[in-house]
């Protein structure tokens, strides 16, 4: 299985693998989620002393293209699991998150349409708000799963307890989520609202808890699994002071090439194909100016600290999250320049990346190094417009926090008039939802866009700035400085 991995590695410069030890000891199955990276050492070389171990006799010999051949250590995948299999005598999963259970604390995650809201071992409710007058607000609601009855994980809990089962025996479901197995604890939700696609039959939702050492038990995702049956995955630092329930990164594997008798220290083709791709990187001839030091870390910080990933929620298409971190001005100035529209806010993974200057504009755009910035504009601020579109719409919605102070949730602010879509002929238009988000960092920032309908998007901010200026907001949703 191991050499069919190397060959996959390497790809196309190999055309032999032989030579495989007899004694492999059992790998598992071949999967993605374990990463591996080829070295090409020299001749001096001794094997590592810690992480995954090694043995003279466990090998595969490669023959490029050009017959040249090398000798490959592989790995043995087997070790760094003794934590999994220490006793551990501390708390259930479920006891664990009693406390939480306890706080009526409640999550919400914000889609195009729908708002849902997670109140943590009570229930999972959808729901959306439209204001039919000045004064009235209309809400469409939908019970996904009450807590009336007992989760299968806590019944798992009670089982540990009286019948003996010793919780390092207990096997501790996984799911992939973003790539990794990660395990979860499940809080079963029943006896929602009738479904009528299902013969009336009540609505249920799986909430499944994921360690995350710092989060604030924000729902990653909300899917409808099959008709009327839901699953929110909610991360949670309390899940992780138990140790089969931590997230353990997967470390990468080395597998060692060293190369044989008339062969070079990597394959040729190899080292050009590296070469090829250096120069790809290069600044294009004729860069005058280097970016200023916030926007290359920006992009760098996106490119190692993004937690989301493209996802279909309700049926609609979310087509990009990202988590990145903004430049660490004071508070006082940064707030500033964010409502002035003179310090915008970028986001977004993968091909499109996405800008939001306030009360400016909202572009969608690329970076090429040959054809340079392509930009389309997703919408432009007009106070008019915004206005009518405020009396018609929810432009701020408040929420009664437990000590009975009114808050604000977010706020909604329209842009209208971007470039004409080539699909509908008419100007493109963005909802922008602002929202506080609670985090150790007071400068991260997540942005994230879909497009409910064709052209018309709707782009998600949130961020600890804007929990400063948030309760600023009057009826139409705009916001001011806080005195």
Same mark, same amino acid.
């Given at each position: 299985?191991?050499? !069919?991995?190397?060959?996959?590695?390497?790809?196309?410069?190999?055309?032999?693998?032989?030579?495989?030890?007899?004694?492999? #000891?059992?790998? =598992?199955?071949?999967?993605?989620?374990?990463?591996?990276?080829?070295?090409? =050492?020299?001749?001096?070389?001794?094997?590592?002393?810690?992480?995954?171990?090694?043995?003279?006799?466990?090998?595969?010999?490669?023959?490029?293209?050009?017959?040249?051949?090398?000798?490959?250590?592989?790995?043995?995948?087997?070790?760094?699991?003794?934590?999994?299999?220490?006793?551990?005598?501390? &708390?259930?999963?479920?006891? %664990?998150?009693? @406390? %939480?259970?306890?706080?009526?604390? $409640?999550?919400?995650?914000?889609?195009?349409?729908?708002?849902?809201?997670?109140?943590?071992?009570?229930? !999972?409710?959808?729901?959306?708000?439209?204001?039919?007058?000045?004064?009235?607000?209309?809400? /469409?609601?939908?019970?996904?799963?009450?807590?009336?009855?007992?989760?299968?994980?806590?019944?798992?809990?009670?089982?540990?307890?009286?019948?003996?089962?010793? &919780?390092?025996?207990?096997?501790?479901?996984?799911?992939?989520?973003?790539?990794?197995?990660?395990?979860?604890?499940?809080?079963?939700?029943?006896? #929602?609202? *009738?479904?009528?696609?299902?013969?009336?039959?009540?609505?249920?939702?799986?909430?499944?808890?994921? $360690?995350? *050492?710092?989060?604030?038990?924000?729902?990653?995702?909300?899917?409808?699994?099959?008709?009327?049956?839901?699953?929110?995955?909610?991360?949670? *630092?309390?899940?992780?002071?138990? &140790?089969?329930?931590?997230?353990?990164?997967?470390?990468?594997?080395?597998?060692?090439?060293?190369?044989?008798?008339?062969?070079? %220290?990597?394959?040729?083709?190899?080292?050009?194909?590296?070469?090829?791709?250096?120069? /790809?990187?290069? *600044? &294009?001839?004729?860069?005058?100016?280097?970016?200023?030091?916030?926007?290359?870390?920006?992009?760098?910080?996106?490119?190692?600290?993004?937690?989301?990933?493209?996802?279909?929620?309700?049926?609609?298409?979310?087509?990009?999250?990202?988590?990145?971190?903004?430049?660490?001005?004071?508070?006082?100035?940064?707030?500033?320049?964010?409502? @002035?529209?003179?310090?915008?806010?970028?986001?977004?993974?993968?091909?499109?990346?996405?800008?939001?200057?306030?009360?400016?504009?909202?572009?969608?755009?690329?970076?090429?190094?040959?054809?340079?910035?392509?930009?389309?504009?997703?919408?432009?601020?007009?106070?008019?417009?915004?206005?009518?579109?405020?009396?018609?719409?929810?432009?701020?919605?408040?929420?009664?926090?437990?000590?009975?102070?009114?808050?604000?949730?977010?706020?909604?602010?329209?842009?209208?008039?971007?470039?004409?879509?080539? %699909?509908? #002929?008419?100007?493109?238009?963005?909802?922008?939802?602002?929202?506080?988000?609670?985090?150790?960092?007071?400068?991260?920032?997540?942005?994230?866009?879909?497009?409910?309908?064709?052209?018309?998007?709707?782009?998600?901010?949130?961020?600890?700035?804007? $929990?400063?200026?948030?309760?600023?907001?009057?009826?139409?949703?705009?916001? @001011?400085?806080?005195?």
């Amino acid at each position: 299985m191991m050499a !069919v991995l190397l060959l996959a590695l390497v790809g196309g410069l190999l055309e032999v693998c032989s030579g495989v030890s007899a004694n492999r #000891g059992g790998y =598992p199955s071949f999967t993605d989620e374990i990463p591996f990276k080829i070295t090409w =050492p020299g001749a001096e070389f001794t094997l590592p002393t810690s992480g995954a171990l090694y043995s003279e006799e466990d090998f595969v010999i490669l023959t490029t293209t050009e017959k040249e051949k090398y000798k490959c250590l592989l790995p043995s995948l087997t070790a760094g699991e003794e934590d999994d299999e220490k006793e551990y005598g501390g &708390p259930s999963p479920g006891e %664990l998150l009693e @406390s %939480l259970f306890k706080r009526s604390s $409640c999550s919400y995650r914000i889609e195009s349409y729908w708002t849902y809201e997670v109140c943590h071992g009570k229930h !999972v409710r959808q729901y959306h708000e439209e204001k039919e007058t000045s004064q009235k607000i209309s809400v /469409q609601e939908y019970f996904l799963g009450n807590m009336a009855q007992k989760s299968q994980s806590t019944e798992t809990d009670q089982a540990e307890k009286t019948d003996g089962v010793k &919780p390092s025996e207990t096997k501790v479901p996984t799911k992939n989520i973003e790539g990794q197995l990660t395990p979860y604890y499940s809080v079963a939700m029943g006896n #929602g609202t *009738p479904c009528l696609l299902k013969q009336d039959q009540p609505r249920s939702t799986a909430v499944l808890y994921v $360690c995350h *050492p710092e989060a604030k038990h924000e729902i990653l995702s909300v899917a409808e699994v099959t008709t009327c049956e839901y699953e929110v995955v909610v991360l949670t *630092p309390l899940l992780c002071a138990h &140790p089969k329930y931590r997230f353990k990164s997967s470390p990468v594997n080395a597998i060692f090439c060293q190369a044989l008798a008339g062969s070079p %220290l990597r394959p040729q083709r190899l080292a050009q194909l590296d070469k090829e791709q250096e120069e /790809q990187l290069k *600044p &294009p001839f004729g860069a005058t100016s280097e970016p200023r030091e916030e926007e290359t870390s920006a992009v760098r910080e996106e490119a190692f600290t993004s937690t989301h990933k493209p996802m279909t929620v309700g049926g609609q298409s979310q087509v990009t999250v990202g988590t990145t971190h903004i430049s660490r001005l004071t508070d006082e100035q940064l707030i500033k320049e964010f409502l @002035s529209g003179s310090y915008c806010l970028h986001g977004g993974v993968g091909w499109w990346k996405y800008e939001f200057c306030y009360g400016r504009h909202v572009h969608q755009y690329h970076e090429d190094k040959e054809q340079g910035k392509n930009i389309v504009v997703v919408g432009n601020w007009n106070a008019d417009e915004h206005l009518d579109w405020a009396k018609k719409n929810v432009a701020r919605s408040l929420q009664l926090r437990e000590d009975g102070v009114q808050k604000v949730k977010l706020v909604s602010h329209f842009y209208g008039h971007g470039d004409v879509c080539d %699909l509908t #002929g008419k100007p493109r238009q963005v909802i922008v939802k602002l929202k506080c988000k609670e985090s150790e960092s007071p400068h991260a920032v997540t942005v994230y866009m879909l497009e409910p309908q064709t052209c018309q998007y709707v782009l998600g901010v949130e961020s600890p700035v804007i $929990c400063r200026i948030l309760d600023t907001a009057d009826d139409y949703g705009l916001l @001011s400085l806080s005195s």
